[in-house]
């Protein structure tokens, strides 16, 4: 069975024994099948498996003064299917609240106070996944018939620190694996070469709003995942992107970005020049802590 096919399997697998869950929590004088209207709701923002919460949520913030209500949080299955992208470091829930239908003469909708626990600073710990080609022609380097990227993949772990709303600094590891042409034939191409990458950031928000595009940078050291290092290697990844806030309280966040990175290593086990230039796309998601 190929590869692809087991993945797909594991992932279909994953995904029916995975279970969604509704807890329910009745306040005060509330019947479970009683009439009810909903009157607020909140996303909540649970990290690593559900053991992180990035803030406190009181009743008060949803229902005000109210003494009747029903409060369900839902774990469904866009919420899976988000875990499961994230491997786990994202785990979102739905919370609902709701007023039974003979206290609504009584509820006011102006006692609802929401506090803002929305983070200005803080450390940020991050995941992306991402892939590129080179878009132009293949060039040759130091008359060795070894061209540019033909195609390119990789994850990486990120963790920095948010200086404010819009600037933020941090360092990451990249693990990736590089498809290579070693003539011009669109049959030859060298297979996988894996790469792993420790890297700077740095990146700033355009505007302190939910969600905002943002332009950035990344430099870093490109080294063969079996070897110690690399000679004459670098990289540069200007990065142009839109970020995506989640929940209530803006401090968990997706981020898409397109970047152009140019750079080049010498492997030691082929003892050849290779050019990294390639043209990527990045999907990421990041929390502040």
Not at 45 to 70: C, P, R, S, W, Y
Request: hydrophobic share 35%.
């Amino acid at each position: 069975m190929r590869p692809t096919k087991i993945a797909i399997i594991m992932l279909l697998t994953a995904l029916c024994t995975t279970s969604c869950y509704t807890r329910r929590i009745l306040i005060g004088d509330t019947q479970p099948k009683e009439p009810m209207v909903e009157v607020s709701k909140e996303h909540n923002a649970h990290f690593i498996g559900g053991l992180v919460k990035t803030a406190k949520t009181v009743a008060e913030e949803h229902v005000g003064d109210a003494e009747n209500f029903a409060v369900m949080t839902r774990y469904g299955f866009g919420d899976i299917v988000l875990s499961m992208i994230t491997a786990g470091i994202y785990t979102p829930t739905t919370t609902k609240y709701y007023i039974p239908v003979r206290y609504m003469d009584e509820f006011d909708y102006s006692s609802i106070k929401p506090r803002n626990y929305h983070k200005d600073k803080g450390f940020v710990l991050g995941v992306e996944i991402g892939g590129g080609t080179w878009p132009g022609a293949r060039k040759r380097i130091d008359d060795i018939d070894d061209y540019m990227t033909e195609m390119t993949l990789n994850t990486a772990l990120t963790l920095g620190y948010r200086l404010n709303p819009r600037l933020y600094i941090g360092v990451g590891a990249d693990l990736s694996i590089n498809a290579y042409r070693s003539s011009s034939s669109a049959e030859d191409i060298d297979g996988g070469h894996f790469l792993i990458q420790p890297f700077a950031r740095l990146r700033y928000t355009m505007i302190d709003a939910k969600n905002s595009p943002y332009i950035g940078i990344n430099a870093g050291v490109p080294m063969e995942f079996y070897d110690d290092g690399s000679e004459t290697a670098w990289s540069v990844t200007p990065m142009l992107g839109y970020r995506f806030s989640v929940g209530r309280h803006r401090n968990g966040a997706f981020d898409i970005g397109l970047g152009y990175r140019i750079g080049k290593f010498f492997s030691r086990m082929y003892y050849n020049p290779y050019r990294l230039d390639a043209l990527l796309i990045k999907i990421g998601f990041s929390i502040v802590l």
